[in-house]
């Protein structure tokens, strides 16, 4: 009860006030609005969808040109840029830019979209700058960023590089299509954050198989995706985690009933495994094997444990268009339950969660939208008697759940918390609106320096963030600003050192412009 307590928070409690109330008593429209105007996002990206990816987009048949897009983005103090795909945010100015060629045909799909990518990446403020972690400090801080890749400096320098982007061959049968991809996906009904895939880390090359539309079997339509492919290091990673890749196994499947086609019931699931361990492991495609680990077959050391590393998910979207309202929500769990008993005393264990609500108002000139999320990934307090991992770290698979030295899932990252919440109005071709989003940083570091020493601070980022976007014709022009402001950074706080001192406290705020232009060419192409 009193850790129930303790994560109750003020925004919880005004999020679940404000969903019972539009639930309740939800605005009177005129007529029924289709999904695909009423859950977009700024941008323009279908936010409904619980399985996402540009090769999703309905294109001409035919050869199409590609929207060009090109983008000029700065950080003031350190690297900020989530859920931007290939496009890394480093300290100072970074630039993009991308376009290319689509062939659609009934058999066959190919698209090349490479996009150019130049970041000054100046230096800033590491976390073991200054002596900040010494003796158990230290030690506990390079026991949890041993096991995961994610540096705030993805490289030590400048750099330009060219990298595939969103695109692939796939070849078209029916309702189903596979091949070879580098797409950006997401999978879960998240609008901020994805608890197992979002667009946070750049697409890695995959092989996939996926359907193009609802499978209609009579009871529910179905869809659903299988990705298997390799996972990089970050491009600075100077130890022996740079010398291997790991292998990529998922699996996304949703479920749409006949009696209501707005709900979605889904199941994700997914594998990673060190590329030098696929010959002692139990198979290349783990996918399907059992849930419960008690019921894996024993390996030649007599025990179910295998070196991959699993995670999994269930998740619900059920959108309600003549109140324009949606509700959303994931639970996941990271590696298997010993068995039913497990399952049932302590489920939960080695989780995390997301949910969120998305409520628009139309009136004659435009529409209002607000959406509120709430997004935990520190383990429970089920790790004071049971071993447990941090999310999306793992002592097997060392360089964690990540592609690049990017989270795949939420932005969030191992072991933190945090909420998000946006206003936006659209009217006409205009799109404006303010973004608000605290995170406590991996509160699992925290938690373990508080326990030897204290008073500890976690690191709090709050967000504040203007969004305006300006349609005009085949040209749309984006500017976002930010202010991330960052108390505690690194969690020294007002903790003292060994000899007793004060320790100095890091407070760095952060200014970050994101300025884009997209040019859409006449040739056929739409969303």
């Given at each position: 009860?009193?850790?129930?307590?303790?994560?109750?928070?003020?925004?919880?409690?005004?999020?679940?006030?404000?969903?019972?109330?539009?639930?309740?008593?939800?605005?009177?429209?005129?007529?029924?609005?289709?999904?695909?105007?009423?859950?977009n996002d700024a941008r323009g990206a279908r936010t409904d969808l619980v399985i996402r990816?540009?090769?999703?987009?309905?294109?001409?048949?035919?050869?199409?040109?590609?929207?060009?897009?090109?983008?000029?983005?700065?950080?003031?103090?350190?690297?900020?840029?989530?859920?931007?795909?290939?496009?890394?945010?480093?300290?100072?100015?970074?630039?993009?830019?991308?376009?290319?060629?689509?062939?659609?045909?009934?058999?066959?799909?190919?698209?090349?979209?490479?996009?150019?990518?130049?970041?000054?990446?100046r230096y800033f403020t590491q976390p073991l700058d200054g002596d900040r972690y010494t003796g158990q400090d230290l030690e506990k801080y390079e026991w949890v960023s041993g096991n995961i890749d994610a540096p705030g400096m993805i490289d030590d320098h400048a750099f330009s590089r060219l990298m595939p982007g969103d695109s692939w061959v796939k070849l078209k049968l029916w309702k189903l299509a596979g091949g070879i991809s580098t797409e950006n996906l997401w999978w879960g009904p998240g609008k901020r954050s994805s608890l197992l895939m979002s667009n946070n880390a750049p697409g890695f090359w995959h092989i996939t198989g996926h359907t193009t539309s609802p499978i209609d079997l009579y009871a529910f339509d179905i869809e659903s995706q299988v990705a298997v492919g390799l996972l990089e290091p970050s491009w600075g990673l100077d130890d022996h985690r740079a010398d291997y890749r790991v292998v990529f196994n998922g699996i996304v499947v949703s479920l749409r009933p006949r009696f209501d086609k707005n709900l979605?019931?889904?199941?994700?699931?997914?594998?990673?495994?060190?590329?030098?361990?696929?010959?002692?492991?139990?198979?290349?495609?783990?996918?399907?094997?059992?849930?419960?680990?008690?019921?894996?077959?024993?390996?030649?050391?007599?025990?179910?444990?295998?070196?991959?590393?699993?995670?999994?998910?269930?998740?619900?979207?059920?959108?309600?268009?003549?109140?324009?309202?949606?509700?959303?929500?994931?639970?996941?769990?990271?590696?298997?339950n010993v068995d039913l008993k497990d399952l049932y005393l302590q489920p939960n264990h080695n989780r995390a969660f997301m949910f969120g609500a998305q409520k628009r108002w139309i009136d004659t000139r435009g529409i209002w939208s607000l959406t509120t999320e709430v997004t935990q990934l520190e383990s429970t307090n089920t790790k004071v008697v049971r071993w447990f991992e941090t999310f999306y770290t793992h002592t097997r698979v060392e360089r964690g759940y990540t592609n690049r030295g990017q989270h795949l899932g939420s932005h969030f990252g191992h072991g933190s918390n945090g909420w998000y919440s946006s206003l936006y109005r659209n009217e006409g071709p205009w799109t404006v609106g303010a973004v608000f989003e605290r995170v406590a940083r991996n509160k699992e570091l925290y938690q373990w320096i508080k326990d030897t020493r204290k008073p500890a601070q976690p690191e709090i980022e709050r967000t504040l963030g203007l969004v305006g976007w300006y349609r005009a014709g085949r040209v749309d022009i984006g500017l976002e600003v930010y202010r991330v402001a960052v108390q505690d950074r690194y969690i020294v706080g007002i903790r003292p050192d060994f000899e007793g001192a004060q320790r100095e406290s890091y407070d760095p705020v952060n200014f970050n412009v994101q300025l884009v232009v997209t040019y859409r060419p006449g040739t056929g192409w739409r969303r």
């Open positions: 009860l009193k850790s129930l307590m303790h994560h109750v928070t003020i925004s919880r409690i005004l999020f679940l006030i404000c969903g019972g109330y539009l639930l309740l008593f939800p605005p009177r429209v005129g007529a029924q609005i289709a999904d695909n105007i009423i859950l990816g540009e090769s999703f987009w309905v294109s001409a048949p035919g050869l199409s040109v590609l929207p060009m897009q090109t983008g000029l983005y700065h950080n003031s103090k350190f690297s900020w840029g989530p859920n931007l795909g290939s496009v890394w945010l480093g300290n100072g100015y970074t630039q993009s830019l991308s376009g290319g060629i689509r062939f659609n045909s009934r058999f066959l799909d190919v698209q090349m979209r490479p996009i150019l990518l130049t970041s000054e990446n979605r019931i889904g199941l994700i699931r997914t594998f990673i495994l060190n590329e030098n361990d696929i010959m002692s492991n139990r198979g290349y495609f783990p996918l399907f094997q059992p849930f419960l680990k008690g019921n894996l077959q024993l390996r030649d050391d007599g025990t179910p444990n295998d070196p991959d590393d699993q995670r999994a998910s269930v998740f619900v979207s059920w959108a309600f268009p003549r109140a324009n309202f949606h509700i959303y929500g994931e639970y996941a769990r990271d590696d298997h």
